[in-house]
């Protein structure tokens, strides 16, 4: 006897849609889709369904023709409305997703809603085509009577062919009314056409200067042609030193692929960097160039999408989220300055887009190069085991010397002056040689984070966690010192566990006190200053940036963000007046934040023809950072710094995870991550793991809501995930008020 069929009627094939939705839940649902809705339906493709109360735009992931047998007895809603035909999402970008969802533990819908411009991923508000009216031909009908005005339409359109109805009025000398005339008398046809939105169209007749390459860029290319031409995956860590020249082979790669009859893909870190880049491939690739990032209008983000989508494009450029652009017959993605964090997603999907390159080009079979003065520690060491082909660039173009660093010991500075001072003598003096030769500085603070740690001004001491070797962050109200990773606590010392001198304080001094006080030292100094608070105002941040470049700026102050990118060949003096806030974060990585900084910083000087000196204000004078960074020694720093991630169990040498536990009730939180660190514990009976804190995080309140964090730590990938599922699983909390990230960047 045959099954009793679960389908009513098997002539209206009915199908059953599994829908991922962009909402933190990590269930996909499943909802009943019409018969003409089946008929059309394929995965990827967005779908409105009804969710709780609301409609939401969902993605199918997958289709069936059954309801799933734990679904038998449940009542199944009917979805609203099939929005495509022709899936967004395209079968490579879905299979990414996938990966992203699972080694990030995040909801496939929040990972397909980031690969999706945002007048895609949400179909109610969803960005159409602009659509522009022209006028074409259809017929001259030379024995009709026509006016005097519509023999000229009819000219016009016979000499230039279709074109846009705004340019015929004009060419033709005619108002509207001739046209529709026309229309009536079916000589001519109006008719709409999709125009594209170009974010680079102010820039058309830009010329590209292709170098010839050096011998060292030579080397390097040939290699990454080489692994091309086989087209299989492969992966190189480009170590060139800032100003080697590695954008050009960037630009050279990328037109190989072009010629392998594949696409390109390059990713930068900054918004602020990608007009500069963009400019220059738009004058090298033409309309091939497709540009992605967040500060682009939504209509001109859904064209260049479309473009990338239907092959128009082939090269594409962007910040983190272009990582999932849909290009077809990827041949090459290009990491601009890997080492960013900016790659790394600071909400949920916590994605990190260097990483999802590495898999997106296993997944295409496609080489993929990661690009830094400055690599991450984590890629070098990759690269070390072989994982990648390390290329190396050790020298400047043309033999320009790097710039010469100095480090200044401000505990000598302190001692001169028996008081503590913002500006050493050594800085202001240079500050003012710069200024008589007619040449700019940078001055740059580094303020990276918002918690405050306490400092011996004698000694330089800062007082370090006894057990996690991490600065202990000053904690006003309560006048204790914490660990936020341990949780440990001491009240603030007297004097200095060190020196025992009484000189403790805590450090902060603003880029505002920073610009008055140079204003008022050298009056006839034309100072301007960038940070957060300008760059939030975009046009400020580039007049500036314009300003200095045209030397209407003699010294420029800024955050950490004046590190980047910027060419300013007059610029001989870069001054860093406090290092030690951000080695002294508490975050395992630091050092290495440090060591970047000031190497990329060094970079800035000494662009032009003479050479830049950059000056280091600092309290530890002999800190392996700095002295590396000085030496301009990267390998150096890269041993030493791998020795303290070893012997302090940090990555590369474990994986990491953390759990954030946050919400406006502070007794709530606290209760909440007990109860997650106890489960936790349940699930880590076998002891893979090693599970740290609650602690309070070092942002312990935001945005009204308190923060506690958990550390997950282990030689085992795979045991850290189980131990961290199961209790997520586990643990009675609303998901929403948990922020679990695999591999955090920063620990903040
Ligand atoms: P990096 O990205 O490694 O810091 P850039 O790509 O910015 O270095 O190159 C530094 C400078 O050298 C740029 O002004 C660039 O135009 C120039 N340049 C690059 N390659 C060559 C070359 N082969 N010959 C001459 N100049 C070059
Ligand atoms: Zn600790």
């Not at 009314?177 to 820039?203: F, H, M, N, Q």
């Not at 970047?596 to 950059?614: E, H, K, M, N, W």
């Amino acid at each position: 006897m045959a099954e009793p069929s679960l389908k009513k009627d098997p002539h209206e094939a009915v199908r059953f849609a599994e829908v991922a939705v962009p909402r933190h839940v990590f269930q996909t649902f499943t909802y009943r889709l019409s018969a003409e809705q089946s008929s059309q339906a394929q995965v990827g493709a967005r779908v409105i369904v009804p969710l709780g109360r609301n409609l939401v735009t969902g993605y199918i992931v997958d289709l069936r023709d059954e309801v799933p047998v734990e679904l038998e007895d449940i009542e199944i809603k009917d979805a609203e409305t099939l929005v495509d035909t022709n899936p967004v999402c395209t079968p490579e970008i879905l299979q990414l997703a996938r990966w992203v969802a699972e080694y990030y533990a995040c909801p496939v819908g929040e990972v397909i809603k980031a690969a999706l411009p945002p007048g895609v991923s949400n179909a109610t508000s969803s960005v159409k085509p602009k659509l522009r009216r022209f006028v074409r031909l259809l017929s001259s009908a030379n024995e009709q009577k026509l006016t005097g005005a519509q023999r000229r339409v009819i000219a016009t359109l016979e000499t230039d062919g279709p074109m846009p109805l705004q340019s015929l009025l004009q060419s033709a000398d005619v108002s509207a009314s001739t046209i529709s005339s026309l229309e009536k008398k079916g000589l001519v046809e109006a008719y709409a056409e999709a125009v594209r939105r170009d974010p680079l169209s102010e820039d058309l007749g830009l010329k590209s200067e292709a170098h010839t390459l050096t011998r060292a860029q030579a080397s390097v290319l040939a290699q990454i042609e080489q692994q091309m031409n086989s087209e299989t995956y492969s992966a190189f860590l480009l170590h060139g030193v800032t100003g080697s020249g590695k954008t050009e082979i960037y630009m050279r790669a990328m037109d190989k692929a072009l010629k392998l009859g594949r696409s390109a893909m390059m990713l930068v870190p900054e918004i602020a960097l990608t007009p500069v880049f963009s400019r220059g491939l738009r004058a090298r690739f033409g309309d091939q160039v497709a540009i992605f990032h967040s500060s682009l209008q939504k209509g001109e983000r859904f064209d260049e999408w479309t473009r990338v989508r239907n092959g128009d494009a082939r090269v594409v450029i962007g910040t983190r989220s272009a990582v999932f652009a849909p290009v077809k017959n990827l041949g090459l993605i290009v990491v601009d300055e890997e080492h960013e964090s900016s790659y790394r997603q600071q909400e949920s999907p916590y994605y990190n887009a260097r990483d999802v390159a590495i898999v997106r080009a296993q997944q295409a079979s496609a080489t993929v190069v990661l690009g830094s003065a400055t690599p991450s520690l984590e890629s070098f060491h990759n690269a070390r085991k072989g994982k990648y082909q390390l290329l190396t660039l050790p020298e400047r173009i043309a033999a320009r010397p790097m710039a010469t660093a100095r480090i200044i010991d401000m505990r000598t500075v302190f001692a001169r002056h028996g008081k503590p001072k913002v500006f050493s003598d050594e800085l202001l003096e240079a500050i003012r040689e710069t200024h008589d030769r007619q040449e700019q500085s940078i001055i740059l603070l580094n303020r990276r984070g918002y918690s405050s740690f306490i400092l011996c001004r004698s000694c330089g001491e800062t007082v370090q966690c006894p057990n996690c070797d991490v600065t202990l962050t000053y904690h006003r109200s309560e006048r204790v010192i914490v660990c936020h990773y341990c949780n440990h606590r001491e009240a603030v010392p007297r004097v200095c566990p060190a020196c025992g001198k009484k000189y403790i304080y805590y450090v902060g001094e603003g880029t505002e006190q920073l610009e008055e006080m140079l204003k008022l030292l050298f009056p006839a100094l034309r100072v301007a200053r960038i940070d957060r608070d300008t760059t939030a105002r975009r046009k400020v941040f580039e007049q500036s940036l314009a300003d200095f470049s045209a030397g209407r700026i003699d010294t420029l102050v800024g955050t950490q963000m004046l590190a980047k990118g910027h060419d300013f060949p007059n610029v001989t003096l870069v001054g860093v007046v406090s290092v030690d806030a951000g080695l002294a974060l508490p975050d395992f990585r630091s050092a290495e934040r440090t060591f970047q900084l000031i190497t990329q910083v060094a970079g800035r000087a000494g662009r032009g023809d003479r050479p830049g000196r950059v000056l280091i204000q600092t309290y530890h004078p002999y800190h392996y950072a700095l002295r590396h960074a000085c030496a301009q020694d990267y390998e150096h720093f890269y041993d030493e710094e791998l020795r303290y991630r070893q012997n302090h169990s940090y990555p590369p040498f474990v994986a990491l995870a953390s759990l954030l536990v946050h919400g406006p009730d502070l007794g709530r939180v606290r209760s909440d991550s007990l109860e997650l660190r106890k489960q936790l514990d349940l699930a880590n009976q076998e002891r893979k793991c090693r599970i740290l804190g609650p602690a309070p995080a070092p942002l312990s309140r935001l945005k009204g809501e308190h923060r506690f964090q958990l550390l997950i730590k282990s030689r085992s990938r795979k045991h850290l995930r189980e131990v961290a599922d199961t209790a997520m699983k586990a643990v009675e909390i609303n998901p929403r008020s948990i922020n679990l990230e695999i591999d955090p960047v920063s620990i903040m």
